[in-house]
């Protein structure tokens, strides 16, 4: 099955930790990232995408695959 997630949050270390532990994990970007601002403070976003066996749930918790 194919699964796609969106990890979105403030543009510091962690969020390059998060994107960085996908990658490790099977992970794949897709696409660039995004960059927004909120008043206060810039959020990034970033598009990942995995092929898996099996078949797809609507209740996978797509951080554990």
Same mark, same amino acid.
């Given at each position: 099955m194919k699964l796609y997630r969106y990890l979105t949050?403030? @543009? @510091?270390s962690f969020f390059s930790? /998060?994107?960085?532990e996908?990658? #490790? #994990?099977g992970w794949q970007l897709h696409g660039g990232p995004t960059l927004a601002f909120d008043g206060s403070r810039a959020i990034a976003g970033q598009a990942l995408v995995k092929e898996v066996p099996g078949d797809? /749930? /609507? @209740?996978?918790d797509l951080s554990k695959l």
């Open positions: 949050g403030p @543009d @510091d930790i /998060r994107v960085s996908a990658l #490790n #994990n797809f /749930r /609507r @209740d996978l």
